[in-house]
């Protein structure tokens, strides 16, 4: 039955519009409050530092993904390293763009007020030094192997521009090629920040110039190229029994942790994985090349099944083959033994 005085007031569908009346401002207001929280969630989610992870007393890993760069992951998929000492922060890696390097910088900020003393580039790839040159303006110095520094100079500028055309020069904005400031040409130790930090250096191995950094007081090996953990490794620069040198001596020292560029903060054991690929994935392209299959052909000519599973393999595992098919040419137009790399007999 129609109530008298709604229907004098809001007509025969008055209690429907009471009933609105009442309810449409409630819904309004829960949609309100969706859509600050949906706001709030998506500007706590901005920072390219998503997951910062405490590997030792003073001792931070900001870990990217395990993946190519997109536009989704802003080209986030390598891991940078964070070392705080007494006077001040050491920076191990710089990230994939000037807006990356910046979000880094406020990572640190939530860690503590010490300044930025020193970043390491560990070796050349773009996702690890392209925060060079918002540090250069902050009057950072960047240290690197003096083969980092000339890759860099004769890399990046390409690289900038295929990280562009990926990613945009909106996410791109800002960054800038920035050669390292200082640079070693071996194995050496370094104090700085109220930190002892061993540089290892094995020569040309996962690449040219690549180090590794060990923090004496935690034990904590950041590896840079020199480990990728569960997914196929970068191995286009390699020269792989360097590599394997490098492998065995991490395992002689027994780190903490390892905190690899890429994958998951790890122990010495997870480097037997890296280990086996590395070796299966010398012998395929030996025996390939030894069948007189040309480098047309020798990806398809040398494929691993058994690591099909492991993430970035249809990516990676082709360019690593088609390298290293080039590295066996060189190797044997340089009468190199087999299993007898030149180390540099300076490697602590």
């Not at 989610?45 to 992870?53: A, G, I, N, Y």
């Not at 860690?111 to 003393?117: A, G």
């Not at 925060?131 to 980092?148: F, K, R, S």
Request: with cysteine; hydrophobic share 40%; proline share 6%.
């Amino acid at each position: 039955m129609t109530d008298p005085f709604a229907a004098r007031r809001y007509g025969t569908d008055g209690p429907l519009l009471i009933f609105l009346a009442i309810v449409m401002p409630l819904l309004q207001a829960v949609a309100i409050g969706g859509v600050l929280a949906c706001s709030m969630s998506v500007q706590a989610q901005t920072s390219r530092v998503t997951s910062l992870q405490q590997v030792a007393p003073g001792i931070y890993a900001a870990l990217g993904q395990i993946s190519v760069a997109t536009p989704q992951n802003r080209g986030v998929v390598a891991n940078q390293g964070i070392i705080v000492g007494e006077d001040g922060v050491i920076l191990i890696g710089t990230g994939t763009s000037a807006r990356h390097m910046t979000d880094i910088l406020a990572a640190v900020r939530g860690l503590t007020p010490k300044p930025i003393m020193l970043a390491i580039n560990t070796h050349q790839n773009p996702a690890f030094v392209f925060g060079n040159g918002t540090l250069a303006l902050q009057g950072v110095p960047i240290l690197a192997h003096e083969d980092v520094a000339a890759l860099i100079s004769q890399r990046c500028e390409k690289c900038l521009q295929k990280l562009n055309h990926i990613l945009g020069p909106e996410e791109m904005e800002g960054t800038r090629v920035v050669v390292p400031t200082r640079t070693v040409d071996g194995a050496m130790s370094i104090d700085i920040a109220g930190r002892h930090l061993d540089i290892l250096y094995y020569g040309h191995s996962s690449s040219p110039g690549s180090i590794a950094v060990v923090d004496r007081k935690s034990g904590v090996l950041f590896a840079g190229g020199l480990a990728s953990i569960g997914r196929i490794p970068d191995a286009k620069d390699a020269r792989i029994y360097a590599w394997l040198v490098a492998l065995e001596d991490f395992k002689k020292r027994r780190p903490s942790r390892i905190v690899p560029g890429e994958g998951p903060i790890s122990s010495v054991a997870e480097l037997d994985n890296l280990v086996d690929y590395l070796n299966a994935l010398q012998e395929v392209v030996e025996q390939t090349f030894q069948a007189g299959i040309g480098l047309g052909s020798v990806a398809e000519s040398s494929q691993l099944p058994q690591y099909e599973h492991w993430p970035l393999y249809d990516n990676v595992h082709d360019i690593n083959v088609e390298h290293q098919y080039l590295e066996v040419e060189r190797r044997i137009l340089d009468g190199e033994l087999k299993g007898k790399p030149e180390i540099p007999p300076h490697v602590q």
